[in-house]
């Protein structure tokens, strides 16, 4: 057996609503489909959990010490530009060995675009 | 020349931090070099403006009495279980001759799902 030693963390931003989460979840599923050796999982900033520290620190009890973030936001206001920075200096005091990776946001993405706009142009139907 | 007769709103939510437009303004241009006999603007639910109502207003004022709105939102909670049918009321309202349509989430779109996917994977690396 192979031990993983990588994490893939999708952080959304939560809401109260738990079918808000459902794309989310199946983001995660179609990702763990696709990623071999590495442990996928979803957390959230707020109203939703797994947080991130949280997240982080079950990953770290399972030996994994290679993380990368992705920010599952369209854009990036203060949730990427303070908040999730905030939690990342906190995750890195509380576990120096980590290699702690943050992507940028999904909805910025050109391929991420493509689809969206797809989807815009399609929604106008004939 | 042609009087266009459809518009398109994408909705957004609105944040504080004017980058965190930057994606959705990109989204709009990219729309708009695709669809042919629409206009296509964006409208925010909150921290930004134009809103949806004065948008709506604005086309309406143009003539336009076909109106699709595409929530480009990840998941569904309470800003389109709640809000977005209330603002629709609202519009209806306002505008009874109008045809409004209202597209589902933009992240529950199967072709958003497939692309967000691939960058969740890509995020991985080597």
Chains 1, 2 share one sequence.
Not at 31 to 57: C, H, N
Not at 85 to 92: F, G, M, N, S
Request: glycine share 10%.
């Amino acid at each position: 057996m192979t031990t993983m030693r990588r994490g893939l963390i999708l952080f959304a931003h939560g809401a109260r609503a738990a079918s808000w989460a459902v794309p989310f979840e199946r983001l995660r599923d179609q990702t763990r489909e696709r990623v071999a050796g590495a442990v996928v999982e979803l957390a959230f900033l707020e109203l939703m959990t797994p947080s991130l520290p949280d997240t982080i620190d079950a990953m770290r009890a399972q030996g994994i010490d290679d993380i990368t973030v992705v920010p599952v936001f369209l854009g990036k206001g203060g949730h990427l530009l303070r908040d999730l920075p905030a939690l990342c200096d906190e995750v890195r005091a509380a576990h120096p060995a980590l290699t702690l990776n943050v992507a940028g946001a999904i909805g910025e993405d050109p391929g991420v675009q493509r689809a969206m706009t797809d989807y815009c142009v399609n929604s106008l139907g004939g």
